[in-house]
């Protein structure tokens, strides 16, 4: 999960460290937000997650999970995961699981590739679906940035389309979002 809209089929990787950020400038976007995203790669498929955002509305979330890359072949990896997202001062307070989660990324030639998610959340308390995220993103590696540092595993530029669990899938409920990926190796 640690990408772009932070949502893709592919691990971090054993004793990796992914962080992707996005921000909203000035506030600007209505339906923006700032966030960040750390992915370590507890092992070559699961990876333990974590986000903390803040919305234009001034809404936190935080999110803690797993990921686990079920499928991995030259062109697709295929994840899912669980976790859960706690929401802070807003009248929706409270506590959503994220499962189940169906995540993907499509290879398409030199590090480019296609990759999102369909996530469902389900409130923890009354265990009611409360409806399906959807994002897709197209990653662009930076290759330049990775040579500025021998710890540096690979550095992408994320572009893409995402849904919330508040909305209908059409053209006028799809929100565009960004973000920088940074993929660290943290072994010695």
Request: proline letters at 2%.
């Amino acid at each position: 999960m640690g990408s772009g809209a932070y949502d893709k089929g592919t691990s971090t990787g054993k004793g990796n460290l992914e962080f992707s950020i996005t921000i909203n400038p000035f506030n600007k976007v209505k339906y923006g937000q700032n966030y960040g995203v750390l992915s370590y790669g507890m092992t070559n498929k699961l990876d333990l997650v974590t986000f903390y955002s803040e919305h234009y509305n001034k809404t936190k979330s935080s999110y803690y999970g797993l990921l686990y890359q079920i499928y991995s072949y030259k062109k697709l990896d295929i994840g899912t995961g669980i976790g859960f997202r706690n929401i802070y001062n807003t009248q929706k307070n409270g506590l959503d699981y994220f499962f189940p989660q169906i995540l993907y990324n499509y290879k398409i030639i030199n590090g480019y590739s296609v990759g999102g998610s369909i996530v469902s959340l389900v409130d923890s308390h009354s265990y009611k679906n409360k409806g399906f995220s959807v994002d897709i993103s197209f990653y662009i590696p930076l290759k330049k940035v990775k040579k500025l540092n021998s710890k540096i595993e690979d550095v992408f530029f994320c572009v893409g389309l995402f849904k919330n669990s508040e909305n209908d899938l059409s053209y006028n409920d799809l929100y565009l979002h960004y973000s920088l990926d940074f993929v660290f190796n943290t072994k010695s």
